[in-house]
């Protein structure tokens, strides 16, 4: 069983900046891991994923502005999120599955972690 845990979530001005962290208990090396969020009323949308070879993925509302990273000698993953904007609101979900290959479909990654709320004002 792999846990994830997020942090660095919080409020900021539009055009300001946030890094998220996900430490988690197995390692990420051999797997997919990336980060989904979703805003009240809204469906959930895939931000970014990153294969352990190196692959990116990026959702079009946030290609340009985030970037995902991780360092897999200290299980961790990150997405740096540069001019954030009111829309990026939404509590952001870490998520890993067991394979290296990354999917578009969240119903696909069986480790979710609690989720980190980003507030982002106008």
């Known amino acids: 069983q792999v846990q994830l845990v997020e942090s660095g979530g919080g409020s900021v001005q539009a055009g300001g900046s946030l890094r998220l962290s996900c430490t988690t208990s197995g390692s990420t090396s051999r797997r997919c891991m990336g980060w989904f969020r979703q805003a009240p009323g809204k ?34 993953l990150y997405l740096q999120m540069d001019s954030l904007q009111p829309d990026d609101t939404a509590m952001y979900y870490c998520v890993a599955r067991d394979v290296w290959a990354c999917a578009a479909d969240s119903r696909l990654y069986p480790y979710w972690g609690q989720g980190t709320q980003v507030t982002v004002s106008s």
Do not use: H, P
Request: aromatic share 12%; no cysteine; glycine share 8%.
């Open 43 to 76: 469906e959930r949308e895939r931000v970014a994923l990153m294969e352990n070879y190196g692959s990116k993925y990026y959702g079009d509302a946030v290609k340009g502005r985030f970037t995902i990273s991780r360092d897999d000698a200290k299980d961790t």
